[in-house]
């Protein structure tokens, strides 16, 4: 069966010294639009006592001198990017009364470089040749023709001429760089369904990600993340220079990043195959919210854990998608409280050195498995482990990931 999706892909730009400028330009005027319309906003709020909708605003600010420093599709783009972040500001006003409403881009006297999209008539793609032309407002142009070509190089397994359609463009400042994005239109064929039997995953700090299959569990620890972090952030210790980063420090960053990539497609891959091998057609992931503050606070940065999760989940819905392996993101609170051996929920059941420990029925088992286990049990007809003997969530597999073939290796029984 063939399925369209929209894919963002990620470009870098080869002759960034030559478009740097003008790319420099153009966040700068997406920044200034931003704010005269946020500015306008106010005005019309101070007047009719709402914040106009989109189409006023854009009606307004089409008088305005800078709406020009961009490609019309290009402005237009900022004020619907205002627009939401008023309406995301509503929606989370009905939880939290002192949310702030979306500010101004300043950064002391200046200004950030914004995000710029370029819709259909704002760029020329050339995929053959690796190039896209991005246009300028005519308020930059210095004469009728001007415009940036951008020389861009993608991930070795991407290749753009074989999407379907390129459907917008954005230059993305990295806070290093410019980069380019281009959001794609792709089809896929998908497989049959991969099997009938069911998996869950447990996402968490100790083990990265923890499987429940049918017939085993298997955690995959996050010992290459951290040792790569360890050995980067050092080297960006080091040779971080009085005039800001060193290309050395700039070096590693980018490196780090690169790793980080680079890991999160194996391993998701590596679960993905289990699945298929297994017959598993359906792979429930939990969303670990009820992960409590104390352990972020002694084993992990919040803010990056999430972010690895988000990835984490998406690398695996759409690997899964052309397997047929159906992803489902739940968010559950109990998952971790649960006993997953008997349906147990009283509070008297803890969690102790990573493993769970049932007061009713007894069962003594590493924590993460209960987890996944419970996640399985969501989307299984038979509740409770009735399908499965127990001795499983006592021994997991471990499948450690090994820096020199870069791939995940199969580590039996490991005793947590
Ligand atoms: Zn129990």
């Known amino acids: 069966m063939a399925i369209e999706v929209t894919r963002t892909y990620v470009g870098s730009i080869q002759n960034h010294r030559q478009v740097r400028d ?39 600010m089409k008088n ?35 949310a702030n409403p979306p500010g101004y881009r300043k950064q002391g006297d200046t200004r ?10 704002g760029f020329k793609h050339d995929p053959k040749n690796n190039r896209v032309r991005l246009s300028k407002g005519s308020n930059l142009k210095e004469h009728f023709s001007d415009f940036l070509l951008c020389e861009y190089q993608t991930r070795p397994d991407v290749d753009l001429s ?36 069911v998996a869950g995953i447990d996402l968490g700090i100790t083990n990265l990600a923890t499987v429940a299959f049918p017939d085993e569990y298997v955690l995959y620890p996050g010992n290459s993340l951290k040792q790569d972090k360890h050995y980067f952030t050092q080297a960006e210790y080091d040779t971080e220079g009085e005039n800001g980063p060193s290309s050395k420090s700039m070096w590693a960053r980018r490196k780090l990043v690169d790793r980080e990539t680079h890991f999160f497609h194996v391993l998701t891959e590596s679960i993905i195959t289990e699945c298929v091998e297994r017959g598993v057609g359906t792979l429930a992931v939990s969303w670990p919210e009820d992960v409590r503050e104390s352990d972020w606070g002694t084993t992990g940065n919040k803010k990056l854990h999430s972010w690895a999760f988000d990835r984490i989940t998406q690398y695996l819905a759409y690997k899964g998608e052309m397997r047929g392996v159906e992803v489902l993101k739940k968010n559950e609170w109990d998952t971790s409280k ?59 597999s471990t499948y450690l990931f090994d820096r020199e073939s870069g791939m995940f290796r199969t580590r039996e029984q490991v005793v947590s």
């Not at 420093?69 to 939880?95: C, G, P, T």
């Not at 950030?112 to 008539?121: G, R």
């Open 22 to 60: 003008g790319l420099d330009s153009l966040g700068d005027s997406a920044s200034k639009i931003w704010n005269v319309a946020r500015w306008t906003a106010d005005r019309i709020w101070d007047v009719i006592g709402e914040i106009p909708d989109e189409g006023v605003l854009k009606s307004y």
């Open 64 to 98: 305005q001198s800078c709406w020009k420093d961009l490609n019309a599709q290009s402005s237009q783009k900022v004020i619907e990017e205002l627009s939401d972040a008023f309406q995301s500001w509503f929606d989370l006003r009905q939880k939290d009364s002192k």
């Open 112 to 121: 950030p470089k914004s995000t710029v999209t370029f819709k259909a008539d």
């Open 162 to 197: 074989e999407v379907n359609s390129v459907q917008n463009v954005r230059a993305v400042w990295n806070g290093d760089e410019w980069e380019l994005h281009f959001v794609c239109k792709v089809t896929l064929e998908t497989n049959e369904s991969a099997g009938d039997d």
């Open 338 to 396: 649960t006993c997953s051996n008997c349906g147990d929920t009283t509070k008297s059941n803890r969690v102790e050195r990573g493993l769970y420990v049932c007061s009713s029925c007894e069962l003594v088992g590493n924590a993460d498995c209960n987890g996944a286990e419970n996640m399985r049990q969501k989307i299984t007809p038979s509740p409770h482990g009735e399908d499965r003997s127990n001795g499983c969530v006592a021994q997991p």
